[in-house]
Nanobody, 125 residues
Framework: QVQLVESGGGLVQAGGSLRLSCAAS????????MGWFRQAPGKERECVAA????????YYADSVKGRFTISRDNPKITVYLQMNSLKPEDTAVYYC??????????????????WGQGTLVTVSS
């Protein structure tokens, strides 16, 4: 099973940018669809972006469309989340997840194969 480690979180002012990375272990990274999820205090975990195994299809929550970009580098077994024009409401712990089936914005979180430990993103106003 793939193991995931996120990095790149931190404190940023509103309007700023961050790039999150999720490094995977194992040689089978390319068989997994990948997703970025977030969980704010007192709220449920939600999918903000997802990408197919090949990278040819991407999916975004309405709240981040036009601001966030998900990408993957299969040879480097890494998936990225570029976050621009950050807002205070983007503050959350961000997790990457992997699944052998397609991940979309509506994928139930309890069905996914693997999760990272999370990285905190704080956006100040």
């Amino acid at each position: 099973q793939v193991q995931l480690v996120e990095s790149g979180g931190g404190l940023v002012q509103a309007g700023g940018s961050l790039r999150l990375s999720c490094a995977a272990s194992g040689r089978t990274f390319s068989i997994y669809a990948m997703g970025w999820f977030r969980q704010a205090p007192g709220k449920e975990r939600e999918c903000v972006a997802a990408i197919s195994r090949s990278g040819g299809s991407t999916y975004y929550a309405d709240s981040v469309k036009g601001r966030f970009t998900i990408s993957r580098d299969n040879p480097k077994i890494t998936v990225y989340l570029q976050m621009n024009s950050l807002k205070p409401e983007d503050t959350a712990v961000y997790y990457c997840a992997a699944d052998r089936s397609l991940i979309t914005i509506a994928t139930p979180i309890n069905t996914l194969d693997a999760w990272g430990q999370g990285t905190l993103v704080t956006v100040s106003s």
